[in-house]
């Protein structure tokens, strides 16, 4: 069942936003966009695990899009931080109305289906709610505290 996207756990919130198409070139925005508002945001003791969380969710957006997108060209997915003084929030938004498959049953050798178990594993929490008229968001809860 989709939840909502979970409210900022503190008052002070700080937002960034990205669009990118579904391409190499795009995928290299995401990457350079989270490795540049995490220095801004001195949270870069969290680099390593928000790029694998925003990776993961960006790859399941561009799988699960181009279908859905029906046009030609790349589809697009919009990519979003949200920054309270306790929790980075994550979202990845794209047109497919389809539900998230997460399937922790999955073997270790395969080679897809293992993304959602990463980001459960790296985030406090995470979940998915639609985006009418059409398309969903997957969002991903992080912690900004340092590593014990």
């Known amino acids: 069942?989709?939840?909502?996207?979970?409210?900022?756990?503190g008052a002070l919130t700080v937002s960034a936003a990205l669009r990118v198409e579904c391409s190499r070139e795009g995928f290299a925005r995401v990457r350079s966009f989270t490795r540049?508002?995490?220095?801004?945001?001195?949270?870069?003791?969290r680099y390593d695990d928000t790029t694998l969380v925003v990776t993961e969710l960006a790859a399941n957006a561009a799988t699960h899009a181009a279908p859905a997108a029906g046009a030609p060209g790349a589809p697009e997915i919009r990519l979003g931080f949200l920054l309270d003084p306790t929790h980075l929030l994550v979202t990845v938004s794209d047109p497919d109305d389809h539900p998230p498959v997460y399937a922790p049953a999955g073997s270790a050798l395969e080679e897809h289906g293992r993304g959602l178990c990463l980001v459960d594993a790296l985030s406090e929490e995470?979940?998915?709610?639609p985006c009418p008229p059409a398309g969903k968001t997957v969002w991903a809860r992080l912690s900004t505290?340092?590593?014990?």
């Open 36 to 45: 540049d508002t995490l220095h801004i945001w001195s949270l870069g003791h």
């Open 145 to 148: 505290c340092p590593p014990i």
């Open 1 to 9: 069942m989709p939840e909502t996207v979970p409210p900022p756990s």
């Open 126 to 129: 995470w979940g998915w709610t």
